[in-house]
């Protein structure tokens, strides 16, 4: 699985929009970026996934760089709740495939 | 929503003790994993299981470690004799057979040894 790089920590307001990076410069063709979070120590929260379209879901957007390069994970309007450690991971995307953690980023939402 | 759900949500116990960590997956998920994290540190991978054999297992996941689905819920992760390291958070997760396939996770059962 290609190798991906976040930056360790993040700050947002409550409220405003949270762009969250992720660079992949590795990635192949037949392999998806996932987006997880986990709120302190709990499971790890499935957010989205994407190819190489932009994605939008309930929880937030993925916009990718049409290279694939890079993508952005978006939080639209960002609540004290969105606190957490967000992981990208890069990974072909079939069955029995494990996920492989980094250490993430670290969003902090501040009133 | 379904969602993956495990027992114990805290296990203490006497290191060279056995566990059984429970987890029932979502219900027509077919591919189940655990992982744990150790305080501080990482998620890491242990074992990956389907079709009822493992499909996959990390250097972690050695021979005091083992998995099973004893029924048609149930995904078990025994460890044989308990070391001070093997206290961790452990989760479990599912997914189906579609494509992409995604995983998801349960609440994890924090695990103490002494």
């Known amino acids: 699985d290609a190798k991906t790089t976040q930056p360790p920590s993040m700050d947002c307001a409550e409220g405003r929009a949270a762009n969250l990076p992720c660079n992949h410069s590795t990635i192949s063709g037949n392999e998806y970026v996932y987006w997880y979070r986990q709120i302190h120590s709990q499971g790890p929260q499935y957010i989205i996934h994407?190819?190489?379209n932009n994605e939008t879901n309930e929880m937030a957007s993925l916009i990718i760089t049409e290279d694939r390069k890079s993508s952005t994970l978006i939080l639209p309007h960002a609540t004290l709740r969105d606190t957490a450690v967000y992981y990208c991971?890069?990974?072909?995307?079939?069955?029995?495939?494990?996920?492989?953690f980094g250490q993430g980023t670290r969003l902090t939402i501040n009133p | 929503e379904p969602e993956v759900t495990q027992t114990p949500s805290h296990q203490v116990t006497q290191m060279g003790q056995e566990v059984i960590l429970r987890c029932v997956p979502i219900?027509?998920?077919?591919?189940f994993y655990w992982y744990r994290q150790i305080l501080g540190q990482k998620v890491e991978f242990l074992v990956s299981?389907?079709?009822?054999?493992?499909?996959?297992k990390s250097e972690i996941f050695d021979d005091q470690f083992s998995v099973e689905r004893p029924d048609g819920s149930n995904f078990t992760l025994k460890i044989r004799s308990t070391k001070l390291e093997d206290s961790a958070m452990y989760f479990c997760?599912?997914?189906?057979?579609?494509?992409?396939?995604?995983?998801?996770f349960g609440p994890g059962t924090r695990l103490l040894v002494l």
């Open positions: 997760a599912s997914s189906t057979t579609g494509s992409p396939e995604t995983q998801y």
């Open positions: 994407g190819l190489k």
């Open positions: 991971i890069v990974r072909v995307a079939r069955g029995a495939q494990k996920l492989v």
């Open positions: 299981f389907y079709n009822n054999e493992i499909s996959e």
């Open positions: 219900s027509n998920h077919l591919y």
